[in-house]
């Protein structure tokens, strides 16, 4: 295969400093699917449709509908874009759905990737109105840059992450075609450049955003400082002991090395990054595995203790214990009263 132009190389390089970046970036916007309207499910129907996905164990609502519930302007889907368990199922079920509402609608499967676009009449054009594919094919590793991310869930529908589309899309566009150029399908690369970018943009101005929430917050906490300042001012003692707190944590030097590091670092996480001895190194166990908790201790999951008091087995071990006690303490008052 021939090798990547001189721009397409470039082209490349970019895409991987931006899904590094933002691959673990969330949207700051969070809507729940309601707010979505898709044109080519008729309003009637709608409300039904979702109530019906909430029943769903395995879903994920893809796309762009479920990009339109993580940003504040967003083209309006077309239409809903779905994986599931049972594709065909679910795709008969959406059209008596909409049946029901008197809504004229046709199910067409596509035995190559089995899935299923459910089809209403629109003006006597039928149009594709759910799009349902089969949720075993959806998640895995991307050839290009990472893996496919568990979706966020709001109000009992599961929604793809912003962060999962970007990484989709980076893998649509710097695929190789046959000629050995990279790029998308002829037929999806603008659409999908357009998507990529879009959601690059929405993901980096959430950044920029808790970045500037996070200054200001420290900024206020520096102003607070100032009260215990004043505070140690006019306490007696040791003027040597007071100027340490003159002292800055962390040179002007120190700062831009950091700040050098994390750049070259795109990937990592800003919390894994630390001084020791002189020198700017990375966590061995990232900082954000040691911030989960458990919801209870008797979960799978760091269980602290070695058996659940309320299994059965433990309850029989208790009552057998419980009444070795009891038959003690018979026989010792038995003994004492002779």
């Given amino acids: 295969m021939k090798k990547l132009t001189q721009n397409e190389e470039r082209r490349r390089n970019a895409a991987l400093t931006i899904v590094k970046t933002l691959s673990e970036e969330t949207s700051v916007v969070s809507k729940p699917l ?10 009637n129907a709608e409300a039904d449709i979702r109530n019906y996905i909430r029943t769903l164990k395995s879903h994920e609502v ?6 339109a519930t993580h940003s504040i302007h967003a083209r309006r889907p077309n239409d809903l874009d779905i994986v599931v368990t049972n594709p065909r199922k679910v795709a008969y079920d959406f059209s008596n759905i909409m049946r029901r509402k008197g809504i004229k ?4 499967g596509n035995p190559e990737w089995g899935s299923y676009v459910v089809q209403v009449n629109i003006k006597g054009e039928w149009e594709d109105c759910c799009d349902v594919h089969p949720i075993s094919d959806f998640r895995g590793k991307y050839d290009f840059y990472g893996s496919s991310k568990l979706p966020l869930k709001k109000k009992g529908i599961s929604l793809q992450r912003a962060s999962d589309q970007l990484l989709r899309k980076a893998n649509a566009i710097t695929q190789r ?11 999806r690369e603008l659409k999908d450049t357009i998507d990529f970018i879009t959601t690059s943009e929405l993901l ?8 500037k929430a996070q200054l200001a917050k420290a900024k206020r906490v520096k102003e607070e400082l100032k009260v215990w300042k ?10 040597k002991k007071k100027a340490i707190t003159k002292k800055k944590p962390l040179s002007a030097t120190r700062q831009k090395k950091f700040v050098a590091k994390a750049i ?15 020198k700017i190194i990375e966590r061995k166990v990232s900082i954000a595995k040691t911030k989960k908790k458990v919801k209870t201790p008797y979960g799978k999951s760091r269980q602290l203790y070695t058996f659940s008091p309320y299994s059965e087995k433990e309850k029989r071990k208790n009552k057998k214990a419980k009444s070795k006690v009891t038959s003690w303490a018979e026989d010792m008052i038995k003994n004492i009263i002779g």
């Fill in 177 to 187: 075609k046959k000629d050995g150029s990279m790029g998308a399908p002829p037929h």
């Fill in 62 to 67: 893809y796309g762009s509908a479920s990009m």
């Fill in 230 to 239: 004043a505070h140690l001012r006019k306490l007696k003692g040791d003027k």
């Fill in 264 to 278: 070259k670092k795109p990937a990592k996480d800003i919390d894994d990054l630390i001084f020791e001895n002189g």
């Fill in 204 to 211: 980096l101005a959430s950044m920029e955003l808790k970045s």
């Fill in 34 to 43: 309601s707010a979505v309207n898709v044109r080519n499910i008729p309003d």
């Fill in 105 to 108: 609608t046709k199910v067409v």
